[in-house]
């Protein structure tokens, strides 16, 4: 059965969003990207200052108010994927394992797959400074983080390979 | 029962995504925002410019492709609003009170107030000057197609008053 | 003799930057348009949020290397405007009659119209919420401050007049 | 004598504008950035559509209109690094040695390093793709074209080196 959800998991500046526009460009239909990072653009500007926490090491923090959201938007982007959307998800699993369970739980019968974005924690640290635009620090911590406990289909390492090349081993499983 | 989503429909440069910032900021629960242009944000950069056309007089045309992962966006948005997330929709109904019909579908039992965001097609095309991010036109084009047969709960107008008192009074009836 | 530049000076949210972008539409050279947000952005991240402060009440407050940083800005914009490139200062003057000061002082023999950009502060303030992206407080503490012994050639008001009807209004004195 | 101005040269897509953001973190003083999108970004929303035009390979053609506001945007540069500003040039010589040239006069006695940033052609175009914000076919005609005839203190590759590390080199000649 052809794959519905692609679930990209990785740290900060591990590379995942320059993976998804790829996936978009060499995948033949057109997939829909959706990620954290689209989550916390729809939420209020107080709630975003308040419902994630950045640590001054660059940890984020996330409030309960936030999980309560977080789950109600994971439940409408399985219900996309059951109504014929195809679906790159770019998440970051600050929880791991956990965060991992709450998509599993989410997507139910859909057909997923996992994918794991590495990069090299000081690669990722030298990326995030090059980008300018993110809380320094938060690379170097969710480099290992975001994968404890998570289970794969494939993993690919932005460390010495290019998006590009990274997206094109993960379509030739998608399809 | 209290109002799970509020739709805003207005054209383009109408004034409805300050209104929605102002929302979230009176509301006293958070509220996400979600907009046709999360939506295109989603999308392939190729299918952004094959799925909607622009015409030279700032005219949408919208193609079969795109209709299909609308429907599917669609179903996610009222999925989200089931499983308890408060969501503003900032919409361009291009077609008139079709476009609403696919949204009564699929929001169903939800309680949702329906907002017409009017602004006259002058001001609007004026707006549409001054922000220099969209296509010329399109405000002039959008302002009276967007509203044709489609019916609401409440109408503001930002010809004259502020994106706030707009928001002030939607709140009121959200309550 | 034409006019080379034209000073915008105003608070944050007072609307200055949709009469800049009016103004290159209504006048029928191109003109280029800069303002304080053009420095900032051209800072190094770390020196953005070091030397400019925000307090929380939104009120800014400038350190000495930004204040160096700023001298040598105003030296090009001048140097631009000799150099033939007709030159739109989008500003808000911290310091009053002393920023003025010193753009007076490099812009020397410069033909230069002053325009005071007006807004009533609580409808600033209610722009402010509608745009999302700027720190609570700022255009309630800028509003008048930014006036304080600063000399115009001619002011506008956008509390009830539309950017664009204000850019037509300097656009006739500055032909 | 010091380093006033460190001048970045490559096509599209090579990395220019992430090695400018590393320099600012790793130079001890605060250094500006300043390149050709600064300017684009200045211009009327009209000129940039046809002061600028992009054919359909990607290739860039530049009209004369555009040229005589580079001339003068690129005085005013010079002027504020004449004013004590230190200054990163982000640019594309899209006409090799007749754009350096252009530069060479107007910096005059100024301290400059010239640094051409390099990348595979190739790997650019994946790069361009992965970021998705760019008209693709840039990348892949810039690569060699703006270093034609144009001479340098140092070379970087960004193709298997990472922005920091080129900015790490750069800094020690700029020191």
Redesign the interface.
Known sequence: MATQVIVLNGGSSS?KS??A??L??VLPD?????GVD??I???????RLS?IEFAPDGAVLVRP?FR??E???I???????????RIVVDEAFLGGAASQQRWLTALGALQVLWVGVRCDGA?AA??E????DRITGMAASQAELVHQGVRYDLQVDTT?T????CARMIAARAQ
Chains 1, 2, 3, 4 share one sequence.
């Open positions: 590379g320059g993976i526009r790829c978009q460009a057109p997939w829909l990207v959706f689209t989550l653009q729809a939420m209020p500007v107080a709630s419902g108010e309560a959201l789950a109600a938007w439940e409408g982007i399985a219900a996309m994927a059951r109504a014929g959307a690669v030298a990326r400074i090059a980008r300018g010495h290019e998006a590009l090349d």
